[in-house]
Structure formats: structure tokens, C-alpha cells
């Protein structure tokens, strides 16, 4: 997470400034390439060096290749393409892990990697002959600016490691008050040098518009309340209400499911409708859905929770790509790449958070609850408790979202 959110703006600014066809084909390159050295690997630093190589490939793939497909279409258009896009990442979430479970549960571990490199070489392939070259861009020849990316990349990288370990090491920490050195002024000289050089990694004049700057904040928003909900629903679900592990994979998996048919769907209304109304739409429902599952208790029928989480898949359904088509619309077709970056990055900075908040609270109130409740209550209260939280955040980014205005083309 750290790599793929560190380079994921470098890589679409690439893009973006050299051609994403070029940067798209390369990212599965490199992806195999971690695949590879995943499935050879035989000590753990090994494999977390495959790991690393396999987020470099990811961030190159991820930003440019939904840029390309979101670039074939026209304007008044974009809401399917990317309404099918999230209905395919869908797909993905709820097969991997059943395919994952079912590989570790029959066959070595190693499997899991050998399988998806043919996968990668098929979608090379079709990269190479079925995508042309952006010829717009293959004709203009530009400088990049590669002191911008180091400088990103160095100040993403230890914003997200200290997130990471301050939990467990303490804003005290030799290792933290390092790191928050090193992000204070690598990110200082990042903002300095965008304003200089020609062409930017982040170009800083998009910010003037509201529209994009709320749209880019609720879209934060959104990931770090929904991620609150993802991080501890397992430990409610087992542990206060008592239900198995493979019953906790299938109420899950119903979020996916629900993502299948309701992003395309979402993608089409938000072409006639306005996305920056479909996600708002998005918001109040996920709101709604996560105030249901903040009112669970060990004793909930497992229908409810059921239509707790379906509800919550839902909204988040129809505001993940509703708002990223509303991200994409105030940004000009040149900076498509470097637009699906940001949304990226504000995901993963939001998932990163989520998780950092989620289990550093919940583990102070459930020490706090242990001492005069069963176990399983104190699990359900600390679970409610974060949940509100979540809730918060939740009501505040639908407020924003109203503040914002209509889709800025």
C-alpha cells in the first residue's frame, strides 16, 4: 500500500506526459514480474520485496488503465464506462478471495501467484494489439518532473508509515519524530517545486475549483468511514455475535455482489441525472447503512445484518464511481491519468487512516469494557462506539457534498 500509493500521481502524471498506453503495458510487465518473484521466494524479506514490485506494477496499471477506458468514451458517456468499471472491480473482490480460499485450502500456497501470471501475459497481449497510442500526446514532447515525484513519493511513504506505527510506537518514537521531519519537509519542497517547474506531477491550479476540492475531499471522506465499518465488522461478527468465519466471508461478499449490478446502473443515471447527485445519493444511504449496523447487538437477526451490510454496499456502490466521474469531470481530458491518481491516493490515505483509527479505538474500548461486561458485550460495544464515529464522518461528507454544486464539465 505504501509503494501504490506513494507513485500512483508519478505514474499517471507519466501517463499522462509520455503516453498511458506505454505506462499501462509496463505496469503489467512489472507486475508479472513480482509475480514471479513471489512464487520463486524463499524467505520473508523475498517476499516482501515481490510484494513491493508487484504495488509498482499495480500503481501503473490502476491509474492509466482506467484513464484509457474513461478517454474512449464520450463526455456525456463517462458515467457508464466507469459505472462498468466498478461493476468489474466487483467482480474481482468477490472471486479472488473465494478463489484464494479455495487454492490454500486444496494446493500450496504458491499457487496463488503461478495462476495469475497467464492472466497477465493474455492481458498484455491484448494491451499491446487492441490499444492504440494517444497520438495527441505522442506528438507533443515534454519534460517530466522527476524531482516532484521523488519529493511525493518521499512524503506519502512516511505520512503513511507513521500512521502505520505511531499506534504502537508513540508520537515519542526516535523512529516517528524522524519520519515526521522527513514528511514535513519533503512535502514542503514538493508544494515549492510544483509551483516552479513547467509540468508538474500535481498540477496545484486544479485546486482553485470548489468543485474538484470537496469532490476529492468527500471521496476521502467516504473511505475512511466505510473502512472503519470493513476493519471491525469481522470482529463483531465472530466475536460478539458468535457466527463462523465462512458465514462472516459470505455477508461480505454481499457487498461485492451488490456492486456488480448497482455501479454500471449508478454510472447511467449519473450520466443524465448528474454525478455529483448520484453521489450524494451514495452518501445518504451508506450514512443510513452504517447507522443500522451501529445499532447491532449479539442477539441481531442475521437478516438484519444482512440488509444492514446490503444497504451500505449500496450507497457505496453508487458513490464510488459517481463520484470519481464527478473528480474526472472538472479535470481536462490531458490530466485524465493524473485525475484517477488522485482519487487513488485519497482512497488509500483514507483506508490507511480508517485502519489506524479503527484499531487503535476499538482496542482502548474494549480493554475499557472487558473489565465489567462479558466479552462478547464489550466486543459490541467498542464496535458501536467506532461506528459513530464513522457515522460522523459520514453525515459531514454528505453535507459537503451538498455544499459543492452542480457537475463542473
Known sequence: MVVAVGLALTWGSLGDTFGRKQVYLWGFIVFS????????????PQLI???????????????????IAVAVFPLNQRGLVIGLVGGLVGVGLSIGPIFGAFILANFHWRLLFWTRIPLSLIAMGLVAIIIPPDPQLMRTKRTFDYFGAISLFIGLTSLLLIINRFPIEGFSSLRIIILIIICILSTTFFFINERKVKNPVLDLSLFKSKFLSISLLIHFMHFLAYMLLFFLIPFFLISGKGLETSQVGLLVASIQIVRLFVSPMAGILGDYFGSARMSTIGLILTTFGIGMMSQLGPDSNILLILGSLMTTGLGASIFDPSNEHSVLSAIPNEKLASGTALTATA???????????????????????????????????????????????????????????????
Open 33 to 44: 514480474a513480482g509475480l514471479c518473484i513471489l512464487a520463486v521466494s524463499q524467505t520473508v
Open 347 to 409: 482512497r488509500q490515505i483514507g483506508f490507511s487512516i480508517s485502519t489506524t483509527i479503527a484499531g487503535t479505538l476499538y482496542a482502548s474500548r474494549l480493554r475499557f469494557y472487558e473489565v465489567d461486561l462479558e466479552y462478547h458485550l464489550a466486543v459490541t460495544k467498542s464496535f458501536q462506539e467506532v461506528l459513530y464515529i464513522g457515522l460522523t464522518i459520514m453525515a459531514l461528507a454528505t453535507i459537503f457534498s451538498l455544499m459543492r454544486g452542480k457537475d463542473k464539465r
Open 49 to 67: 520485496f515481490g510484494r513491493v514490485i508487484q504495488a509498482v506494477g499495480q500503481s501503473m496499471t490502476v491509474t492509466n488503465g482506467f484513464a
